[in-house]
């Protein structure tokens, strides 16, 4: 009989990988994992209580939020504000960061940037949802966050994750070495490790993109749309169309079976619609470490210096061949990516 590996278990036993680790990051996912659970039972009831609905405010962005985000967003920053570990949290359901001052997190190192659920709109319907979130260290030791140590580059993740709620429950995360997920067995209630080391393939026949704002896609993306559905039997074209409409979800499938996830600028949302911080972030961070690639058609994601908490950005994320193929689309005048055989 195999050993069964608990979320808790494993998060120990890689605390070696740290030497100078005291625990702290440790209990922080620890954290995560329990707030994870908790949503995870609402969620998994979304259809029989009467939590489903708008709930009448809107986000930053002036979207309807839905109950169940606000429950997800209550859990996770409750429980990142007992856990003593987090300085300050940044959530994409609220303006400003959240600043935790209490005594047990006085010299709380961490900032957690977090969607809490994403996805929203497939609640109502039963689609698969997430949580996404990104852990940075202060810069500082001491004294008051300063904004530059909130707004820090992706590179400087220690670590990130993600948890989808879908057939089964997942929780995926890395710091840094490799990407381990867990499903959540409901029996016992633990998060068991189910991918070890999880490796995206380099090369995949899944496009993923909201196919309907076609019209309002740059050149480059459309050509890449155009060429994914050529046929062309050697390079096992044309390729699968998959879109869920939860990143998390998405980006989930194409780490396991190999495609791309694209997100471009539209002419109705210049800067992208994704958020740098707490989606494309963790999720590049994720991907790269499964041996992907995620970039904005011209940057490594990850480089990029976020100016705000909100920012938004275009996002080409998955295997590595297909990344950069969008790349040259999207870098590239159509006539001269044809003519080079993209
Ligand atoms: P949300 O944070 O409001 O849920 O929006 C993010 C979601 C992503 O999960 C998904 O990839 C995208 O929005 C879908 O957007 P669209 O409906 O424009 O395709
Ligand atoms: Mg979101």
Do not use: W
Request: net charge negative; aromatic share 8%.
């Amino acid at each position: 009989m195999t050993k069964t590996i608990t979320l808790g278990q494993f998060i120990i036993e890689k605390q070696s990988d740290f030497p100078y680790a005291k625990g702290e990051l440790s209990r922080l996912l620890r954290d995560i994992g329990i707030a994870a659970k908790i949503v995870n039972r609402e969620v998994n009831k979304a259809g029989l209580v009467d939590i489903l609905g708008d709930n009448g405010t809107t986000n930053v962005q002036g979207e309807g939020q839905k109950k169940l985000d606000v429950y997800a967003d209550e859990q996770f920053i409750s429980a990142l504000r007992s856990g003593g570990e987090c300085c300050v949290v940044a959530s994409e359901e609220h303006d400003e960061c959240i600043f935790i001052n209490s005594r047990i997190s006085q010299h709380a190192k961490y900032i957690v940037c977090i969607d809490p659920l994403d996805g929203s709109s497939n609640i109502d319907v039963n689609v698969s949802v997430g949580t996404i979130f990104s852990i940075y260290r202060r810069i500082a030791n001491e004294g008051p966050v300063k904004p530059e140590e909130i707004l820090q580059k992706g590179i400087h993740q220690v670590a990130a994750g993600y948890v989808v709620y879908g057939s089964s429950t997942m929780l995926v995360y890395t710091t840094g070495k490799g990407v381990n997920g867990f499903t959540l067995d409901p029996s016992i209630g633990e998060f068991c490790l189910s991918h070890p080391n999880m490796q995206i393939p380099r090369d995949g026949t899944i496009y993923s993109i909201n196919e309907g704002n076609y019209i309002k896609f740059p050149q480059g993306v459309k050509d890449y749309i155009k060429y994914c559905q050529v046929e062309d039997s050697a390079g096992n074209r044309p390729y699968t169309s998959r879109y869920i409409g939860s990143m998390v979800a998405d980006v989930h499938r194409n780490l396991i079976k190999g495609g791309v996830f694209l997100y471009p600028t539209t002419s109705s949302h210049p800067r992208g619609k994704l958020r740098l911080m707490y989606e494309c972030n963790p999720l590049a961070f994720i991907v790269e470490q499964a041996g992907g690639k995620a970039t904005d058609g011209h940057r490594r994601i990850l480089d990029i210096q976020p100016e705000e908490l909100h920012q938004r950005t275009p996002v080409f994320m998955g295997s590595t061949e297909m990344v950069e193929k969008v790349e040259r689309f999207v870098q590239l005048p159509a006539e001269e990516a044809f003519a080079a055989g993209y």
